[in-house]
């Protein structure tokens, strides 16, 4: 629809519902949980968790990790985690002796100082690469689902041919 661009605005996942109820914003993809009272919600896919820490570390001898491959490892929880991590899901991860970064650009530069790991859904880790940083999918880890979200009354017939476009409809599909 090139006489209806997008406009793509990155949002905390703290302020993403603000965002949508506000009118800031006509839809957005945001990650769950998130309070579906007067919006629609599509849950789109989960995203694959990874373990981020140095390149230098002798975890990226592995192609995936498990739990049991970060005891004694010191897991890194940033602020503004969006897997909901507790530090009692992984029980023989060290807690660090220092604040939780506040974002998670923060902790990623904290595991590529040679500090600990941290879990995130892999678009962070991708968002925040760097070039002393790797990553390894976490088997069994916990998902981030995304999905699209829009208020219920500002739905237009704009926003119906998106969810359309996302869903994978065509021009010859059914609407169901």
């Keep these: 629809m090139p006489d209806n661009p997008l406009e793509w605005h990155p949002l905390e996942v703290a302020a993403q519902r603000e965002a949508l ?4 914003v006509d839809a957005a993809l945001v990650r769950l949980p998130i309070d579906k009272t007067d919006l629609h919600v599509i849950p789109l896919y989960d995203e694959v968790p990874v373990v981020a820490t140095s390149a230098e570390s002798h975890l990226t001898a592995a192609d995936a990790l498990t739990a049991a491959d970060l005891t004694g490892e010191v897991l890194i929880v940033p602020a503004d985690d969006v897997l909901g991590l507790h530090t009692e899901m992984f029980p023989g991860a060290d807690r660090p002796v ?62 119906d041919t998106f969810v359309g476009i996302v869903r994978g409809r065509t021009a010859n599909s059914s609407r169901t």
């Excluded at 220092?98 to 998670?104: L, N, S, V």
């Excluded at 859904?121 to 880890?141: I, N, Q, T, W």
Aim: charged share 15%; glycine share 6%.
């Design 21 to 24: 109820v506000s009118g800031d």
């Design 98 to 159: 220092f604040a939780a970064p506040a974002t998670t650009e923060e902790a990623i530069a904290t595991v590529a100082a040679g500090v600990g790991f941290v879990i995130v859904p892999m678009s962070l880790a991708r968002l925040h690469h760097r070039k002393d940083v790797a990553y390894r999918p976490l088997e069994s880890g916990p998902t981030s689902t995304v999905a699209l979200a829009w208020p219920v009354d500002r739905t237009t017939a704009l926003i």
